[in-house]
């Protein structure tokens, strides 16, 4: 560590050549450095310093700059999402092991990518999955809630361990009455299931999709066709689940059979229950909280992995509604 003459500015230089080069051609990370944090970073030749008055905090860039040059080298491309958790990590004060997130692949996408978690929350996500049998994954629109189910799935059903995967979803819309509607059960239900389509088109070819889905390995249902069934050997995946009422959420729950795992995903601030109906999603907290082999993951804005103004977002809405909690308290 060595200071600055001018303002006793704490300065870490990284003088690795490929690092420093590897670095200097992602300028753009660079520069978000910067603009994140009172610090200056400044290439020449073979070395890279980073600049300002806190030294824990220039520590932790370096170490952060060291990962993600490591990463690069190795093969990793980095985006925009995995250097803005990193840059976030240092923001809210704690640490960053992004090594450990990286070694941690679910499955490999329909396009050979590799799938796998892209912050702690979601890393905490896939191994309660793994650990239990049935997991509610709570959290806002983009941490991952849905898709790395969906992954988890998938590698399952390829090693095996289950032998078909059923998604559920409420139609809350229809009042899960979709008698009126045009068309065959499939034709019925296809456009309240949209988004899990979506996320297994991207984790398997068309082709095999549509096979396991004209086979019954993989079938997409609404929850109220859910009752009376037991699912033995099965992924199922409840979606959208703060539009189950508590009876909706006890009757899926208890139609887990031998062999199958569970995974339960929804963000309590967005119910869309019509009149005064109490979200399933948010009673069955109280309920399970202490009932082994059921465990309940909460993510963040940490975790929002979609394009930045999504976490912004949900920032704001959360700051909206702490707001207006307070000022309800105060009356």
Known sequence: MKEGRESAENLLSLTDASVVKLLAEHEEILRLVEQS????????????????????????????????????????????????????????????????????????????????????????????????????GIGPAGTGKTYLAAALAVASLKSAKISRIILVRPVVEAGERLGYLPGDMNEKVAPYLRPLYDAFYDLLPAERFDRYFEKGVIELAPLAYMRGRTLNDSFIILDEAQNTTPEQMKMFLTRLGFGSKAVVTGDITQVDLPGTKESGLKVVQDILKDIPGVEFIRLGDDDVVRHEIVQRIVRAYEDYDRRRAEKQAER
Not at 117 to 132: F, L, M
């Open 37 to 136: 944090f009172p610090v200056k970073v400044y290439a020449r030749g073979s070395s890279l310093s980073i600049k300002g008055g806190d030294e824990g905090l220039v520590a932790k860039i370096e170490n952060l700059l060291m990962q993600f040059a490591e990463l690069s080298l190795s093969g990793h491309k980095l985006n925009s999402a995995e250097v803005r958790y990193g840059l976030h990590s240092i923001r809210s004060g704690g640490s960053v092991d992004l090594r450990s997130l990286y070694n941690d692949v679910v499955c490999v996408s329909n396009r050979g990518k590799a799938i796998r978690p892209y912050t702690s929350g979601q890393k905490e996500y896939i191994r309660a999955i793994r650990d239990n049998d049935i997991t509610f």
